[in-house]
C-alpha cells in the first residue's frame, strides 16, 4: 500500500512558494565519525522550523470554502501546531489548536506567533492522545475540519514531498534513508515515493526508545497503542501511530530503530557544539540512528532526515543531565555518613577521583541514629572511572544504595 505519487506531486505544487525546498546537505564530521557520505535533510530550515508546515498546508489548501465555513480544529504537541496555524494565517482561517499542557512554551509561544489573530490554542490533557480526545469532540461539535497531524491522506501527500526533493536533489543513488517517527506521516509519505522511484534504498525508521508505537506494532503484527510512552522526545511521543501510517510502512519501511532518549540527547547537544545545529529531540532522532547502524553505513552514502528545530532553552539542563547518564558519566548514590566530624571530608579525598566532582547534594537533617542518609550527584571526566568510585566505597565500607539503576526512586529523590 502507499500513496499515489501524482497526489504527492499535486501536493508538491500545492505547496509551492509557502514551503521551503530545504537544501541537502553533506555533513564531513559524521561522515568521518560513521566511515560514510552522510547528507542531511534540513527541514529544520522551515518557516515554521519543521517539515509538518508541508502536510498541514496540502490539507488545508485542499479543502473548499464550504468545509471550510466552521473553521478548522488539530490537536498537536507543536510542529504540527505551528503548521497549521502558519496555513490559517496565510489562507485567512480560523483555526482551534489543542496542545498538551505539557507542551514547551517555546512552542505554544510560537503557534500564537505564527496564527497571529486567526488560531486560538487551548492546553489541554498531559500527552497528545489527550488533547487528540479533546480536539476531536470540539470538530464534533463545532463542525470544525480536524486536520490529522498524521493519519491523513493529504496530509501524508504533503510529507512526501521530501522524498521528491531529496530524489531531486540527490547526485547519486541513496543506499540508506534515516526516518524519524512519530504518528508516521513523514515516513509512511516518503516509504510512497521511494518504494517507487528509488525501491533499493533502504529506509530506515528511528523511533524513541520510550515511545516506540511503530516497532511496537510491527512486531505485534497489528497498530497496537501503547499504555505509557516516555514524553521527552515530545515530537515523537504518540501511543499510536496511524493507521493509514501502519499499513504504509509495513510495507515500505525496511526496519525500524529504537534509539534511547539519553542518546537523543547526546546527539542535541554534539550538533549544536560541532556543528552549530539546533534540534529538538525528534529532529536528532536520525542523525542518532547512525551510532546503532555503524557498521551498516561505512562506506555508504546515507540521509538522514533533520525534521525540526524548535527546541526550548529551557530544557537545556535536562537534556544534559539526561546525556551524562546515558554516557555513564553522572552516577548518584544515597551514601549514609556516619554522623562524625570528617566524615565527608573523607568521602570526597578518598572516594573520589582527581577529576571527578559532586554536583549534587541532599543531606537529611542530623538525629539521634549513628549515620545519616545524602543523596550524592557525581560527574565523572571517564566513564571507566566508575569501577573504582564503587570500590572505594567499599573498600572504606560506606553504606550506599546506587540510584541510577532504580528509576522509581531516582526519579523521586532526584527528578
Given amino acids: 500500500m502507499r500513496m499515489p505519487l501524482e497526489r504527492i506531486r499535486a501536493a508538491q505544487e500545492r505547496i509551492k512558494g509557502v514551503a521551503l ?5 553533506r555533513n564531513a564530521n559524521l561522515g568521518a565519525a560513521t566511515g560514510a557520505e552522510v547528507w542531511l535533510k534540513r527541514e529544520d530550515l522551515q518557516p515554521v522550523r519543521s517539515y509538518k508546515l508541508r502536510g498541514a498546508y496540502n490539507k488545508i489548501a485542499s479543502l473548499g470554502a464550504e468545509q471550510l465555513r466552521h473553521g478548522v480544529v488539530c490537536a498537536s504537541a507543536g510542529n504540527h501546531a505551528q503548521g497549521v496555524a502558519f496555513a490559517c494565517s496565510e489562507r485567512g482561517i480560523r483555526a482551534t489548536i489543542f496542545m498538551p499542557v505539557t507542551t514547551p512554551q517555546q512552542k505554544v509561544k510560537q503557534v500564537k506567533l505564527f496564527g497571529k489573530d ?47 526533493e531529496l530524489l ?45 508505537s511503530m516497532w511496537t506494532s510491527l512486531q505485534a503484527g497489528g497498530n497496537t497503542t501503547l499504555d505509557h510512552i516516555d514524553k521527552f522526545v515530545d515530537g515523537a511521543a504518540v501511543k499510536r501511530v496511524g493507521d493509514l501510517n501502519f499499513a504504509i510502512c509495513k510495507e515500505g519501511l525496511d526496519s525500524v530503530v529504537r534509539v534511547p532518549e539519553g542518546h537523543v540527547c547526546t546527539t542535541i547537544l554534539k550538533l549544536y557544539n560541532e556543528e552549530a545545529i539546533v534540534v529538538e529531540p525528534a529532529g536528532a532522532l536520525a542523525i542518532a540512528a547512525l551510532d546503532v547502524y555503524k557498521e ?41 555518613f556516619p554522623q562524625r566530624p570528617g566524615a565527608l571530608k573523607e568521602f570526597v579525598n578518598n572516594v573520589l577521583g582527581p ?14 541514629r549513628e549515620s545519616g542518609p545524602a543523596v550524592v550527584g557525581i560527574e565523572l571526566k571517564d566513564r571507566h572511572g566508575f569501577p573504582a568510585i564503587e570500590g572505594r566505597l567499599n573498600d572504606l565500607r560506606f553504606t550506599y544504595q546506587y540510584l541510577n539503576d532504580n528509576p522509581g526512586l531516582f526519579t523521586h529523590l532526584v527528578g
Avoid: M, W
Fill in 296 to 336: 551498516e553505513v561505512r562506506g555508504k552514502r546515507v540521509v538522514c532526515i533533520v525534521s525540526g528545530s524548535n527546541n526550548d532553552i529551557v530544557r537545556t539542563a535536562e537534556i544534559r543531565e539526561r546525556s551524562l547518564l546515558h554516557e555513564g558519566l553522572k552516577h548518584y548514590f544515597i551514601v549514609n
Fill in 168 to 212: 531531486a536533489d540527490a547526485t547519486a543513488p541513496i543506499d540508506l534513508l534515516f526516518v524519524p517517527i512519530g504518528g508516521g506521516g513523514l515516513a509512511a509519505g516518503i516509504c510512497s515515493v521511494f518504494k517507487q522511484l528509488s525501491p533499493h534504498t533502504r529506509i530506515i525508521g528511528v523511533e524513541p526508545a520510550g515511545a516506540a
Fill in 118 to 164: 486567526n488560531v486560538e490554542v487551548v492546553l489541554r490533557g498531559d500527552t497528545f492522545d489527550e488533547a487528540f480526545h479533546e480536539a476531536s469532540a470540539f470538530s464534533r461539535q463545532q463542525q470544525a475540519v480536524f486536520i490529522h497531524p498524521f493519519d491523513d491522506e493529504e496530509v501524508i501527500c504533503g510529507q512526501g514531498t521530501v522524498a521528491l
Fill in 355 to 368: 577529576d571527578d566532582d559532586i554536583t549534587y547534594f541532599q543531606f537529611s537533617q542530623k538525629n539521634n
Fill in 21 to 25: 525546498h530545504t537544501p541537502l546537505v
